[in-house]
């Protein structure tokens, strides 16, 4: 078990790791606590939230909109829930974004926490503040970026996580070793995802070094003025392939890092070795290198891009395995990209 506390953005957060739920008691008062979790994690761990006040959410992405957070409002009217109340997300990252979400916004205001229980949200969505909701298929169209008081990892929520969503997160773990820790890569290169679901303390650790590499560009740049925009690499393909070839995130965003790693050795530099070393690392963790994809129609949705600043994309390229800087590229030069290299 350890504690970090880390200051982001004025707002001190703490990290606890190797816990069990029942040990929260110790931190919030019980009587003020309410759970929010979904349907899927509630009934894979019901005696979890055995004596506890809690709200369960149907599972699943579709269920990020506003509609659910109202239920959600309705229902911590009918518990009384006052400032006093202290909110306990328990979810993957359509849970944390949500519950940071109506944490941020009810009574203008409550204190609240999180327990992701899936890789992505324990390495990616429950750090950094960022939450909020889809509005019909824009995603994250609405939202705040407000700290939880604490992140708590309960490892033992892994034990029911389909395999699927393992291989979802171990994407966001090599973007962060690809962008930021060459030594995290090697790593990496010598293990396998069954490693780390047999291997607790080496999950810890790998966990506990993908929390420092994210809250530290966080801290760099809270509100995603420059540094942080480290942290979309593979995300600006990745995103524009996701809903219309309906792929899991983890594997668009691994396309979408091969296409960044590609347009890197045209236009940066990055070397050829490098770029083999990457995909080799993303097939060995089961995701995508490739689909066959209709280009105008992922120009097209590339040009709706938050990422856009007038006739520019703000992408993500490697410098090397580790290193990565952010380029502007004109929506013209990315099109004749698109033509020729991918
Ligand atoms: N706020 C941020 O900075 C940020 C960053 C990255 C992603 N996100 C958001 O995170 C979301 C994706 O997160 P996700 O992949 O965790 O999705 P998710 O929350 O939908 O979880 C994936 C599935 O796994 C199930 N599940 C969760 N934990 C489980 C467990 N322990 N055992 C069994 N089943 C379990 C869920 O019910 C769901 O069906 C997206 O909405 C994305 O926009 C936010």
């Given at each position: 078990?350890?504690?970090?506390?880390?200051?982001?953005?004025?707002?001190?957060?703490?990290?606890?790791?190797?816990?069990?739920?029942?040990?929260m008691e110790d931190l919030v008062k019980v009587s003020n606590v309410i759970y929010i979790t979904d349907e899927t994690v509630f009934a894979a761990h019901q005696q979890k939230f055995a004596n506890k006040k809690y709200i369960v959410?149907?599972?699943?992405?579709?269920h990020k909109q506003q509609q659910t957070v109202d239920n959600i409002i309705n229902k911590l009217v009918a518990f009384e829930a006052d400032r006093n109340?202290?909110?306990?997300?328990?979810?993957?990252?359509?849970?944390?974004?949500?519950?940071?979400?109506?944490?941020?916004?009810?009574?203008?205001?409550?204190?609240?926490?999180?327990?992701?229980?899936?890789?992505?949200?324990?390495?990616?969505?429950?750090?950094?503040?960022?939450?909020?909701?889809?509005?019909g298929v824009y995603k994250n169209m609405v939202g705040t970026?407000?700290?939880?008081?604490?992140?708590?990892?309960?490892?033992?929520?892994?034990?029911?996580?389909?395999?699927?969503?393992?291989?979802?997160?171990?994407?966001?773990?090599?973007?962060?070793?690809?962008?930021?820790?060459?030594?995290l890569f090697t790593q990496l290169q010598q293990q396998t995802i069954t490693f780390y679901k047999e291997n607790l303390s080496a999950l810890d650790q790998l966990?506990?070094?993908?929390?420092?590499?994210?809250?530290?560009?966080?801290?760099?740049?809270?509100?995603?003025?420059n540094e942080r925009r480290l942290l979309n690499f593979?995300?600006?393909?990745?995103?524009?392939?996701e809903n219309p070839y309906q792929l899991a995130h983890g594997h668009a965003i691994s396309i979408g890092m091969v296409m960044a790693?590609?347009?890197?050795e045209e236009i940066n530099n990055f070397n050829s070795t490098d770029k083999e070393r990457?995909?080799?690392?993303?097939?060995?963790?089961?995701?995508?290198?490739?689909?066959?994809?209709?280009?105008?129609?992922?120009?097209?949705?590339?040009?709706?891009?938050?990422?856009r600043a007038a006739e520019t994309i703000n992408f993500i390229v490697l410098n090397a395995i580790g290193s990565a800087t952010v380029t502007p590229i004109p929506l013209v030069q990315l099109n004749d990209l698109l033509e020729q290299v991918l």
């Open positions: 078990m350890q504690t970090i506390i880390k200051k982001i953005a004025n707002k001190e957060v703490a990290f606890y790791f190797n816990q069990s739920l029942t040990n959410v149907p599972a699943g992405e579709a109340s202290f909110l306990v997300g328990v979810g993957g990252g359509v849970i944390t974004d949500m519950v940071g979400y109506v944490a941020s916004i009810y009574m203008r205001g409550v204190p609240f926490g999180f327990v992701p229980t899936t890789i992505l949200a324990m390495v990616d969505a429950a750090i950094g503040g960022k939450n909020g909701v889809d509005v970026i407000t700290q939880p008081n604490f992140l708590w990892y309960d490892y033992s929520f892994l034990t029911t996580l389909p395999h699927a969503q393992w291989v979802n997160g171990f994407a966001e773990v090599i973007k962060h070793a690809a962008i930021k820790d060459g030594n966990i506990q070094q993908n929390v420092a590499i994210k809250t530290n560009v966080v801290i760099a740049d809270p509100f995603e003025k593979g995300h600006t393909f990745g995103h524009a392939l790693a590609k347009i890197s990457l995909l080799n690392l993303l097939a060995k963790y089961e995701l995508t290198l490739q689909i066959n994809y209709d280009k105008p129609t992922v120009f097209n949705i590339l040009k709706k891009d938050k990422k």
